[in-house]
C-alpha cells in the first residue's frame, strides 16, 4: 500500500530529525555553537554529515527549524475569517506554540518544553541564530499570509494580512524571550496570550487557546 508505506516513510524522517536536533541541541548547550561542528553532530548522532544536512540545510536550522509554519497554518484555515485578523493569527500561535512545547499542566517542564526552552536560549545568546531566527520569521509571516488568503486576495487586503502578521509575530518574539528568561515558570501559551492582549487590547480579547 503505497499510503502506508509513504506514512511510514515520513514517520521515520521526523523520527530521525528529532534524534538529530536533540543531539545537536545537547552539545551547542554543553560546549557552545560556535565551537561544535555538523560533523560533531552527525558523530554523536550515530549518522553521516550528508544526513545531517538533508534533514537541516544549514548548521542555524539545526536549532530553529520546527514544524510552526504548517500548524500555524492549519489552525489559521480552521478559524473563523469572521474574527479580527489579529485573533485569527494570534490564537493560531498560542495553540502551534501549546503542542510545540507538549501541553504541560503546571507540574514542571515537560521533555518538549525543556527542549523548546533550550533552543531559545541558544538562539538568545547566539548572533548567527538571531540572524536565522529573522530569516524564519519572514518565512512563517508569509505562511501565515497565504492561509488567511488565496489567489484572488487583492494588494491591498495582502497588505493588511502581512502587517497583522508582522505585528503579531513580533508580539510573539517578545514573549517567548520573556518566557526564556523567566525559565519558563508560567505557562508559554499564557505568555504568548499575555503579550497579544498587551499588544493589541479588545482586538485579541476572548481567543482563549483555540482561536
Known amino acids: 500500500m503505497p499510503d502506508q508505506h ?13 534524534m538529530i536536533q536533540a543531539h545537536a541541541v545537547r552539545l551547542f548547550t554543553e560546549h557552545g555553537y560556535d565551537a561544535t561542528t555538523v560533523t560533531d553532530v552527525a558523530e554523536a548522532a550515530g549518522v553521516s554529515p550528508m544526513t545531517v544536512y538533508r534533514h537541516f540545510p544549514t ?26 485578523l489579529v485573533s485569527r493569527i494570534g490564537g493560531a500561535l498560542i495553540d502551534a506554540a501549546a503542542t510545540l512545547a507538549g501541553g504541560g499542566e503546571g507540574h514542571g517542564l515537560t521533555a518538549d518544553e525543556q527542549f523548546l526552552l533550550a533552543r531559545l536560549r541558544l538562539m538568545i545568546s547566539t548572533p548567527a541564530l538571531r540572524a536565522k531566527h529573522l530569516d524564519n520569521n519572514y518565512a512563517l509571516q508569509q505562511a501565515i499570509v497565504d492561509a488567511l488568503g488565496d489567489d484572488d ?7 493588511r494580512f502581512h502587517v497583522a502578521a508582522s505585528a503579531c509575530l ?21 505568555v504568548i496570550a499575555k503579550a497579544l492582549a498587551a499588544a493589541f487590547g479588545d482586538d485579541f480579547a476572548g481567543t482563549g487557546l483555540g482561536g
Open 59 to 84: 548548521k542555524e536550522d539545526l536549532v530553529l527549524l520546527d514544524q510552526r509554519g504548517r500548524l500555524v497554518a492549519e489552525r489559521i484555515l480552521a478559524s473563523s475569517a469572521a474574527q479580527p
Open 6 to 18: 509513504s506514512t511510514l516513510r515520513a514517520q521515520r524522517r521526523a523520527e530521525t530529525q528529532r
Open 153 to 159: 486576495t487583492d494588494a491591498d487586503t495582502a497588505f
Open 170 to 190: 513580533a508580539a510573539l518574539h517578545t514573549a517567548l524571550v520573556r518566557w526564556a528568561e523567566d525559565d519558563g515558570r508560567t505557562e508559554l501559551p499564557d
